[in-house]
């Protein structure tokens, strides 16, 4: 779903403002619903509208494919592949087992693409310009996809500069598109596993319980979502009744007038022992968090204004990686919406100690750049690399033991002053 000219001319965007849960209310009764046109919410990140590529190469030398089309294939591969320096020949290959056409070759042995020059330019944008990249690169951190209710104008935090420019630009976007009827009817056979209305009544809800002013952690925030989940019945997701999430949108208003939302009991140190496993690739973090667990070193202590940063830029984060949740598993289209929550919440515990390894790495104290760091490393070791999920078979889980297993991970909360011993 990435045809940006499908769409008709584009009304004027409106930032999404809180509360989220009337206003996707609002949305779907007055617009979306309304037939026979063919409406559709589109959310846009307002970090998008800042970005400028820094130059960093970052992109151009990992472990992912560059595809590129058919018709930029014919019209580039024999430029290149006639180079007088012979660096180019046979740049790209064809890809029949893959959605797309073809893919740029790497340098042998590495994950550096052909074109990256030893002083980390891509020749093809210094010789041939900007506009003769290949779309992806072109795009590149920028996509556009379909999240089952809506469509969404996002940014893969495997960019270096994403995550903080959503610290800094937090705000998302939105605007009511009429699409073609082709283009509907695509986007149709991808529902949202709740149903298109209520996965953005589920959208507005979950953005109101990770802002709404309150006493609560967002990790607090976190563990009431997935106690709510525990109320969905797996087998009747697309049953609901809209009148279900406002019944959710009650409890929230009376669960945050509670002090806390504390976590399962005695869950830390299989917690732990999870994130052992899952950073094996990385031995100084895995080393850190066997310490940790088998208390060797005690939990770093942060201080209050330390709890305070690390619970903005968490939540901040939240906001974007709700917005962003793919519930279909890509580029198949299977739903896995529980098994989205278990992933996002592995993404979050390691964030948190990542930030605790970065902090105490660096002699402390908690700078933005520590969080930052860890969001990076989340997004593209874990978050934007397919084979993390499918090595530990996160896909395959049932809806039980993704609720579990989020109930576990989300036992260690550092942004809470007595859970930094
Ligand atoms: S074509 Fe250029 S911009 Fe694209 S990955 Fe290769 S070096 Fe980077």
Known sequence: MNDLSLHEPLPAQQWLTSPYYPLMQQLVEQVIARQPLRHVLMLETEAKQHFSCSGCAECCQRPWAVDVSKDYLEKWEAIFDQDPSGYYSKPFYLTPERSHYAEIRKKHGTHECLFLEDDRRCMIQRRYGHEALPTTCQQFPRYENWFGSYMGRFMVSSCPDVNSLIQTYPRM???????????????????????????????????????????????ERLRFLQQQLLRLDPRRLSQLLPQTFDLFEQTLQEALIRSACPPSAGREAQALQWLIHFTRRY???????????????????????????????????????????????????????????????????????????????????????????????????????????????????????????????????????????
């Open 173 to 219: 976007a939105y605007r009511v598109a009429i699409i073609e009827d082709k283009a509907w009817d695509a986007l149709q056979r991808m529902q949202h596993p709740l149903g298109t209305e209520n996965g953005l009544l589920w959208l507005g809800w979950q953005l109101d319980l990770i802002t709404r002013p309150g006493a609560w952690t967002p990790i």
């Open 283 to 421: 031995s100084a973090i895995q080393k850190f968090l066997e310490q940790l667990r088998y208390a060797h070193r005690q939990l770093p202590r942060f201080s209050a204004e330390e709890q305070q940063r690390l619970n903005q830029f968490l939540g901040h984060y939240l906001f974007y990686r709700i917005c962003s949740l793919q519930v279909f598993r890509q580029p198949e289209g299977t739903p896995v919406f529980f098994q989205s929550y278990f992933i996002l919440s592995v993404h979050v515990a390691l964030w948190q100690f990542l930030v605790l390894y970065y902090r105490q790495r660096d002699g402390g104290p908690l700078q933005d750049v520590h969080m930052t760091r860890a969001a990076n490393l989340v997004g593209y070791r874990f978050e934007h690399d397919r084979g993390f999920a499918l090595r530990h078979e996160m896909y395959s889980m049932a809806p039980g033991h993704c609720l579990e297993g989020m109930a576990t991970l989300l036992s260690f909360d550092l942004g809470q002053s007595d859970k930094t011993a």
